[in-house]
C-alpha cells in the first residue's frame, strides 16, 4: 500500500515538473524572455550589462512603432543580438543630413535620455527609401552605434522583442518608454 502511494505521488510530481517546463517553453519562446544589453550603443536609455524583458506578443501583433527599442539578430552574424531603436518605418525615405536624421524629409525629434548630443549622427547619409518588411534601426549613442547606417534597413524577421521593463540593476528597474 505505502508503494502504491509513492508511486502515485511521483506520477503527479512527474506531471507537474512536466507541465511547467511546457508553460515555460512556451512563454520563453512566444510571449516574453530575458535580454542582456552588451555596450553602450543605446546609451543613456540602456546601458552595458543592463537586462530586460522583451516581448515576442507584440511582435505578433504588429506593433512596431518608431521610436520602439527592439532587439534583433545581427545581421552579419545572426547567431548574435543587438538591442537598438526603430527609427524609419517601411515606405519612408530616410537621410541624415548635417547630423540630423530626417524621415521624409522632416526632421525628427530625438531626445532620448538627457542626452541630445549622442541622438546626433556623427555623418550624413544619403537619402534611402527603406523596403517593405523592412526597419531602419540606431542606437541612441550614434557616435560608438552598429546599426543600419552601416548593414542597412533589417527584415522584420530579424527583430524577435520589443525592450518593455529594465530589470537589472534594481536602482533602474522599470519601464522603458
Known amino acids: 500500500m505505502a508503494e502504491s502511494r509513492l508511486t502515485h505521488f511521483l506520477k503527479y510530481v512527474v506531471i507537474d515538473v512536466l507541465l511547467a517546463a511546457l508553460i515555460s517553453f ?25 537586462r530586460v524583458l522583451i516581448s515576442k506578443l507584440a511582435l505578433r501583433q504588429g506593433n512596431l512603432r518608431r521610436f520602439d527599442i527592439v532587439v534583433l539578430y545581427k545581421p552579419d552574424e545572426p547567431d548574435k543580438s543587438l538591442v537598438k531603436r526603430i527609427i524609419g518605418m517601411p515606405g519612408e525615405i530616410i537621410e541624415i543630413r548635417g547630423g540630423e536624421v530626417l524621415v521624409n524629409d522632416k526632421p525628427q525629434k530625438q531626445t532620448f535620455g538627457n542626452d541630445v548630443a549622442s541622438a546626433r549622427s556623427p555623418s550624413d547619409m544619403k537619402a534611402l527609401l527603406i523596403p517593405r518588411g523592412t526597419y531602419f534601426v540606431m542606437g541612441d549613442n550614434r557616435a560608438i552605434s552598429f546599426d543600419s547606417r552601416l548593414f542597412g534597413p533589417v527584415p522584420q524577421k530579424y527583430i524577435y522583442g520589443k525592450a518593455f521593463f529594465r530589470y537589472w540593476p534594481p536602482a533602474v528597474m522599470g519601464r522603458i518608454e
Open 26 to 50: 512556451f512563454l520563453i519562446n512566444y510571449v516574453v524572455s530575458a535580454f542582456k544589453v552588451e555596450g553602450d550603443s543605446m546609451r543613456p536609455r540602456l546601458r552595458d550589462q543592463e
